[in-house]
């Protein structure tokens, strides 16, 4: 489930600023959402995040917005989840971990198809994050064995290293979720 890995890929992107829910001294996320194709046909969400202070002040992300999260967030995304919805200091099992994800596929989903000034959708990004998470989904009864929760096959959760908006190659095809080397 844990893996300490880089991994890097290209396709549309969603920026959020997020953060609070978790206690006082939390502060704000970046959040990079991504979908990728995977090799046997199924998708993975790529959630990864970084400090406000730490993005590309252009994005616009790095003001505070009023009733939002203010700070840098400092502490990694899992702990973010685990902290927001109660769990925080449990012992992590398998139902825990898929709770933690769903948790976090829940805000992604929520930025991607709702705009806020607190969100920018970027057409074609290239993309860098260290991978601290890497869950399977557990697949949903009654529907096809690949899909977990939003039809993903899994998560990818871990901290943002780099997102550089580009133009892409022709014809548009967005690359899958590679590892890198560092």
Partial sequence: ??????????????????????????????????????????????????????????????VARPYGPTGNARRPLWEYAAAATGTAGAKETGASAQALAQYLLRIATSARISASPATVALPWAA??????????????????????????????????ITVTPKTPDTPRKQEPCSPTSS
């Fill in 127 to 160: 993309w860098q994050i260290r991978t601290e998470q890497h869950l399977q989904l557990t697949p949903i009864p009654g529907r096809s064995p690949d899909h977990g929760w939003g039809g993903f096959a899994s998560v990818r959760v871990g901290r943002l």
């Fill in 1 to 62: 489930m844990s893996t300490a890995s880089a991994n890097a890929g290209a396709g549309p992107v969603t920026l959020v600023r997020h953060g609070g829910g978790a206690g006082p001294d939390w502060g704000a996320y970046i959040l990079l959402v991504t979908v990728v194709p995977l090799a046997d046909g199924s998708t993975e969400a790529v959630i990864a995040a970084a400090p406000p202070d730490q993005v590309d002040p252009a994005f616009g992300l790095h």
